[in-house]
C-alpha cells in the first residue's frame, strides 16, 4: 500500500484525491491545503489541515498547485529526503527544494473540478532525478487505471506546450465558432456532430491528413467571403493567421 499526502486542492488535486481515493493499492492518509474550508467537506474520507508542521509521514507528498508557489511550498515543507511530487506540466523538476528527493506526476488532461474524470483517458507521465523512485511512481500512476508513460523533463514541457495547442487554443476557437452563430441567431449544438468527428478522425489518421476546408483547397473565393462576413477585428486576424498557417503547411502559401 503507498501512503500519500496531496497538498493543493485546485481541480488537479482534488480530481486526484478521488481517484487515489478509489484505488486499492493507494492510501490518502492527509490532504492538505492553506484554505482549510475549500476540503471540509471531505473531512469525513480523509485527514485534511493546513498546517504543514502536522503533516503525516507518507510515502509520496504530492503538490498540486499552480507552478509559481510550487518552490516556496517544497521549501517549507518540515522534512527532508522523501519523495515529493509536483504535477505541472510545465515547471521543472528542479523547481522542488533539493532537500528531497523529487519528481513529477503529470496527468495530461484537462481538469475542471466540477466534471467527472475517468482516469483511464488520462495519461499520467512521471519522472524523478533520484532513479530509485521510478518503481513507486509507476505503481501509483498505474493504480488509477491510467495509461503510464516515463518521460524526460523536455518531452514533458513540448506535452504542456502542445496541450495548449490542442485543448486551450482549440476550445477559444470554439467560443469564436460560438459567438458567430449567436451573431445569426443560429444553434452552435448544430455544430458538436463535426467537432467530435474531428476529435475522432485524429485517433485514426494524422491531423496533416485531416486537414479539409478552404485555406488547404486554397479556395480563394470561399475565403474573401468569409472574411467579409466577420465583423470583428479579432475574428478576422485569427482567421487570416490560421488560414496562412494551413496554406503554409500545405504548400499553398509561405507565411
Not at 471540509?40 to 503533516?55: E, F, G, P, R
Not at 495519461?123 to 518521460?151: F, H, Q, V
Request: charged share 25%; with cysteine.
Amino acid at each position: 500500500m503507498i501512503s500519500v499526502v496531496i497538498l493543493g486542492a485546485g481541480n488537479v488535486g482534488t480530481h486526484l484525491f478521488k481517484g487515489f481515493n478509489k484505488a486499492s493499492e493507494v492510501s490518502v492518509i492527509q490532504w492538505y491545503n492553506r484554505s482549510l474550508s475549500t476540503i471540509q467537506s471531505y473531512q469525513n474520507l480523509v485527514d485534511i489541515t493546513d498546517d504543514l508542521k502536522a503533516l503525516k509521514d507518507a510515502d509520496v507528498y504530492i503538490i498540486a498547485v499552480s507552478d509559481d508557489i510550487i518552490s516556496g511550498l517544497s521549501s517549507k515543507l518540515p522534512f527532508k529526503n522523501r519523495l515529493v511530487v509536483h504535477t505541472s506540466g510545465s515547471a521543472s523538476v528542479y523547481d522542488l527544494d533539493m532537500k528531497h528527493k523529487r519528481g513529477v506526476l503529470y496527468p495530461l488532461q484537462s481538469f475542471s473540478k466540477d466534471a467527472e474524470m475517468d482516469f483511464a483517458n488520462v495519461p499520467i507521465c512521471y519522472e524523478t532525478i533520484n532513479k530509485d523512485c521510478y518503481p513507486i511512481l509507476k505503481k501509483l500512476s498505474a493504480s488509477l487505471g491510467s495509461p503510464t508513460k516515463r518521460i524526460n523533463s523536455d518531452q514533458r514541457r513540448v506535452l504542456h506546450l502542445a496541450a495548449v495547442f490542442v485543448n486551450n487554443f482549440t476550445n477559444q476557437l470554439y467560443r469564436i465558432g460560438h459567438e458567430i452563430t449567436e451573431s445569426e441567431g443560429a444553434e452552435f449544438d448544430l455544430l458538436k456532430p463535426l467537432i467530435l468527428e474531428t476529435a475522432k478522425k485524429v485517433q485514426d489518421i494524422s491531423p496533416f491528413r485531416a486537414q479539409t476546408g478552404p485555406a488547404k483547397r486554397n479556395d480563394k473565393k470561399t475565403i474573401k467571403t468569409h472574411l467579409k462576413q466577420l465583423e470583428s477585428p479579432h475574428h478576422k486576424a485569427i482567421y487570416e493567421l490560421l488560414t496562412d498557417a494551413i496554406k503554409h503547411t500545405h504548400g499553398r502559401k509561405k507565411l
